[in-house]
């Protein structure tokens, strides 16, 4: 592709090596010019055109410019189509190399295997510099709109860069006209825009406010999100857009809600006081009335306030924590987790001790259906795995459960905590060159350096890709098949393997172009079909019009039906949709139907695909609340998901789902009404010995909802008031 570039001298630019893709645009390497990249949309606008325009006009500030660092990749440029015609087709913008999405800081799991090194501190930091950002951005009038965790960039020297900037609202002030902000992601979005159409909406500071504050809460709780929490209801709890509507911040202070705290969560009074009151100004407060949000600014001050308040531990210089505290939180936390550091010593770090398994307990385990919290947007959703959100039974009659059902829920406080292994500049003068930031630089560094030989052959990188693909580092598989090839470009497959990488690092619309690929080269590749319906079948979470992206996803996986009737994923996935459409029709019962006839004919093809069995099992479960003969449809999700377990027993999601169809089932007063009772908490409490075995706390985590329900009918029966959120030392 060519494209003009009229700056600083007219330059035809031959672009072709694409570093990203996105629904709008693609992204390019620039020959010429190593630190910049060129954005191409696919569909150029004069709308796109005149707000390029506006942000050229009015940059704004970079606070981190005296350390030659880029906090806001903001357009420089922009370029024109090669014809002549004066369109503007995209722009240059910086190219930010060496840093990771916030979430791999954020969150222990990633941070121990990435930035051993980044300690509270840091967290704080990467806290005070995204809120110079923000605050920069405000001062010249933009609104970012879609705050969210995927568009910030950090350092391993905690610097920030705010990425996507095109997509942010720009006012025009000589024309009195506001590019808006057409999307938002419901986690970071505040109660006022929720379920509202964002594209009708002026975003205003205070709505930034909001995304802003979870970020900062997530960066220093461990990745727990403000509104995350054990609901104490006997029904479906909420996902998070719900409980942000409601208001129902977990650590409220000023009115009752209907969640606890998770015991694997950092406690509340870890944070120093000045910041519980910004949170609690937001989140409670804010309500109601966004303008007492905390401002960017606010939030700046109050972190570089409380910063110099942080005291080093005696017993690990590792862990940094806030004076109002009379010990080490850090030291009491990991015991509390097995032994499982979430700031591990220097020595722990170069004796490779902060890698290993936790220390497994042998006391009792119980346990947890996947469904009772909303997926957190930093889980990873792993390809062939999508994740399910089917409603939990909403009981008519609460049975009286015997004492002894107590003493398990808390049996399981105590083995919950033992459990965990992960859940989760100043301002002119952000930490970068004293010391134990240097030594982080150089340690991470060291770490993950590896020299790689140079001018290897495709076979050679398609091997490198796989191998990295299956130990699940999906980045360096993209990588390596991004390299396989350039080395042979016609290779089909090879395309459909750095899509599948792609999409196992959520990137589907880099998938989506990557399949595209596929077919041009093989049309008959029944493999980039099937991948290809399953992106359009997540793309559809982030659409406004999803019923579009379902039917591409069926019309995708018919083709490869037609290609290959014997291919029993196509099958499996298409099976998918078809339930995940019944909640946006009305005549369910019919795409119930086909959906079971699709994981019937996957079985007939394959007996062993353990996910046709229980799949069809999700749909006979969801049947079973809805139908007349609701214990014949229970007895047969019971059987599909038992044949899931013959095939394989470690399935936690399918104990976890048998589990609670073997208690909805009880409560309806059958004869084997106990047996059944007896047979839902054997259930859970296999499903939590293998989750935490697997150290899979996502699923041990939402456990604790379940098990409110199963054995005690709520929580707030059995879990002791003092772990609420007023909690103090």
């Known amino acids: ?51 390029l325009q506006a942000m050229l006009a009015n940059p704004p500030a970079n606070p981190t410019a005296n350390l030659g660092h880029i906090s806001i990749a903001w357009p420089q440029e922009l370029l024109e189509a090669a014809d002549g015609s004066g369109q503007i087709v995209g722009f240059l913008m910086p190219r930010i190399q060496g840093m990771r999405p916030i979430m791999d800081f954020y969150n222990p799991g990633t941070r121990r295997q990435h930035c051993p090194l980044f300690n509270y501190q840091y967290l704080m930091r990467t806290a005070r510099n995204l809120a110079a950002a923000f605050a920069a951005l405000h001062a010249s009038r933009y609104c970012i709109g879609d705050v969210n965790e995927s568009n910030i960039l950090v350092s391993d020297t905690a610097l920030v860069t705010l990425v996507d900037t095109d997509s942010f ?35 205003q500071s205070h709505h930034d406010a909001f995304g802003l504050a979870v970020l900062i809460f997530q960066l220093l709780m461990e990745g727990t999100h403000p509104f995350s929490g054990i609901f104490q209801g006997s029904i479906e709890p909420p996902p998070y857009e719900g409980r942000i509507l409601s208001g129902h911040f977990t650590y409220s202070q000023k009115k009752q809600v209907p969640y606890l705290p998770t015991p694997i969560s950092p406690r509340w009074d870890l944070l120093h006081p000045s910041l519980q009151e910004l949170f609690v100004r937001c989140f409670e407060e804010g309500h109601d009335h966004p303008h007492l949000r905390p401002n960017a600014q606010t939030w700046l001050s109050a972190l570089t306030a409380v910063e110099e308040s942080l005291v080093t531990c005696t017993a690990n210089p590792q862990h940094l924590y806030h004076n109002h505290l009379d010990k080490c939180p850090w030291c009491e936390r990991t015991k509390r987790l097995g032994g499982r550091d979430p700031f591990p010593s220097v020595g722990a770090i170069a004796s490779k001790q902060h890698l290993q398994p936790r220390r497994k307990s042998k006391r009792r385990y119980i346990p947890t259906p996947r469904f009772t919290q909303p997926v957190g947007s930093n889980s990873p959703v792993y390809h062939w795995q999508p994740v399910s959100n089917q409603p939990f039974y909403h009981s008519s009659s609460a049975k009286k459960h015997n004492s002894k059902a107590y003493g398990v829920i808390f049996g399981l406080m105590g083995v919950g905590l033992l459990g965990y292994l992960d859940v989760m500049i100043k301002f002119t003068r952000p930490f970068v060159s004293q010391n134990p930031y240097t030594q982080q630089s150089l340690i991470s560094r060291k770490d993950n350096q590896i020299s790689e030989p140079t001018n290897l052959s495709f076979k050679d990188y398609s091997q490198r890709g796989d191998n990295a693909y299956q130990q699940q580092d999906y980045p360096q598989a993209v990588a390596n098949f991004t390299k396989a090839i350039t080395k042979n470009p016609q290779y089909a497959r090879g395309y459909v393997n750095l899509g599948n990488a792609r999409y196992n690092l959520n990137d589907f619309e880099g998938a989506l172009a990557n399949y595209n690929q596929a077919l041009k080269l093989n049309p008959q590749e029944v493999k980039a079909y099937v991948n290809r319906g399953n992106a359009y079948y997540m793309l559809a979470d982030y659409s406004s019009d999803p019923d579009k992206e379902y039917k591409q996803a069926i019309a995708d996986f018919n083709t490869a039906i037609s290609i290959d009737k014997n291919d029993a994923e196509a099958y499996i996935r298409r099976g998918i949709v078809r339930f995940e459409i019944t909640k946006y029709i009305n005549n369910s019962l019919q795409e119930y139907q086909k959906s079971i006839a699709d994981f019937t004919q996957a079985i007939k093809i394959n007996s062993s695909k353990v996910e046709a069995y229980f799949q069809r099992g999700l749909v006979r479960y969801q049947i079973a609340q809805y139908s007349s003969n609701y214990v014949g449809e229970y007895k047969q999700a019971i059987a599909d998901f038992t044949e899931a377990l013959k095939i394989n027993p470690q399935l936690v999601k399918v104990y976890l789902k048998r589990g609670m169809a073997y208690y909805e089932l009880s409560q309806y007063g059958e004869s084997e009404s106990d047996k059944n009772q007896i047979q839902a908490v054997a259930d859970l409490q296999t499903a939590a010995k293998i989750s935490l075995e697997g150290d899979d706390m996502d699923s041990y985590q939402q456990a604790l909802g379940s098990i409110c329900i199963v054995v005690a009918n709520k929580c707030d029966n059995v879990l002791p008031k003092s772990t609420l959120v007023r909690q103090t030392n």
């Open 1 to 51: 592709m060519q494209v003009l570039r009229r700056l600083p001298n007219p330059e035809i630019l031959n672009i072709s090596v694409s570093v990203g893709h996105g629904g709008e645009a693609c992204i390019y390497a620039v020959p010429s010019d190593e630190n910049l990249v060129a954005k191409i949309y696919h569909k150029p606008t004069i709308a796109y055109a005149q707000k």
């Open 169 to 203: 609202q720009v006012p025009e002030p000589l024309q009195n006209f506001v590019y808006r902000c057409s999307v938002g992601k419901p986690d970071y979005t505040p109660p006022e825009l929720q379920n509202k159409t964002f594209a009708d909406y002026d975003r």
